[in-house]
T-cell receptor, first 113, second 112 residues
Framework: NAGVTQTPKFQVLKTGQSMTLQCAQD?????MSWYRQDPGMGLRLIHY???????DQGEVPNGYNVSRSTTEDFPLRLLSAAPSQTSVYFC????????????FGPGTRLTVL | SQQGEEDPQALSIQEGENATMNCSYK?????LQWYRQNSGRGLVHLIL?????REKHSGRLRVTLDTSKKSSSLLITASRAADTASYFC????????????FGKGTKLSVKP
């Protein structure tokens, strides 16, 4: 099992550019989520999904879109990047039941100039 | 916000000493989890304690939960340099989604 994979590891964008952060898991997990991590702020939930075709907003969804066409993949789209979106982004997955641990990807470090 | 608070923000100890980190939260939880993050890496699950449990052990880790005080503590005994990392508590408030809300973390440094 590769677990949760994320690409790219690093990315630099200019303000206004768009891009997609990729996330995939091979554990057949129904629940997938995206977090951003900023210094001193811990992890904040951006969007999550409880299964293919189902997505919902987390705490900080503005400026981000997601889709879940398959169980394995959960891409995060930045439509028009802003400097405030400079952060480290983590994707995570788990089984649907509440007592399951979350498995995290290695993260994508994004800088928006 | 339902984000938890952790203290201390940073902790520096010598190898062999015990490290204690505390987490407080705001409303009733379904379960509370602790995660470790090594520098530049993703988070790794350490231990989960359910709302009806008061204490749980896993190797050198001991977690307690006091639902009346809405607080939890993580104790690492006989710490090692390899324990150097940031530690986060995460609250699962239940519901159909069971989203995790993370605290801001404690940065632990264990000096050899």
């Amino acid at each position: 099992n590769a677990g949760v994979t994320q690409t790219p590891k690093f990315q630099v964008l200019k303000t206004g550019q768009s891009m997609t952060l990729q996330c995939a898991q091979d554990m057949n997990h129904e629940y997938m989520s995206w977090y951003r991590q900023d210094p001193g702020m811990g992890l904040r939930l951006i969007h999550y999904s409880v299964g293919a075709g189902i997505t919902d907003q987390g705490e900080v969804p503005n400026g981000y879109n997601v889709s879940r066409s398959t169980t394995e993949d959960f891409p995060l789209r930045l439509l028009s990047a802003a400097p405030s979106q400079t952060s480290v982004y983590f994707c995570a997955s788990r089984g649907l039941e509440n007592y399951n641990e979350q498995f995290f990807g290695p993260g994508t470090r994004l800088t928006v100039l | 916000s339902q984000q938890g608070e952790e203290d201390p923000q940073a902790l520096s100890i010598q190898e062999g000493e015990n490290a204690t980190m505390n987490c407080s939260y705001k409303t009733s939880i379904n379960n509370l989890q602790w995660y470790r993050q090594n520098s530049g890496r993703g988070l790794v699950h350490l231990i989960l304690i359910r709302s009806n449990e008061r204490e749980k052990h896993s190797g050198r880790l001991r977690v307690t939960l006091d639902t009346s005080k809405k607080s939890s503590s993580l104790l690492i005994t006989a710490s090692r340099a390899a324990d150097t990392a940031s530690y986060f508590c995460a609250m699962n408030y239940g519901g159909s989604q069971g989203n995790l809300i993370f605290g801001k973390g404690t940065k632990l440094s264990v000096k050899p």
